[in-house]
């Protein structure tokens, strides 16, 4: 699956209808951002059954500001609806791969209980 661009508009319904929702958080100026692109493209081809989504910062200053994104490249990844990972940084192939295997394995029902866990606080 290619990569889909995502906006305002598009956001809380592609998070809500995915399982597993890849986010790169981009400028057109950033060197880093335009060598990930190609890295990340790829690795969308090999898991047709997520998500890979790109937002630019510069045109979607809300979205960039809601996740408090102060660099980028920066890879979001929510899985049903929660965000299991967020890093700042340009990552290898193997990296992504190796983030994307750890998202998968991640026991849910562990994260939901965290979560609500966190929520009582």
Request: proline letters at 5%.
């Amino acid at each position: 699956m290619a990569t889909i661009e995502l906006t305002q508009d598009n956001f809380e319904q592609t998070i809500n209808e995915n399982d597993i929702v890849l986010i790169d958080f981009w400028a057109s100026w950033c060197g880093p951002c335009r060598s990930f692109a190609p890295i990340y493209e790829k690795v969308s081809e090999k898991y047709p059954d997520m998500v890979f989504s790109k937002i630019n910062t510069e045109e979607e200053r809300g979205l960039a500001t809601q996740f408090q994104i102060r660099s980028i490249p920066t890879l979001v990844i929510f899985r049903e609806k929660i965000i299991i990972f967020s890093q700042p940084g340009s990552l290898p192939e193997t990296a992504l791969e190796e983030v994307i295997s750890k998202a998968l394995e991640l026991d849910m029902d562990m994260v939901r209980a965290e979560v609500a866990k966190q929520e009582q606080k």
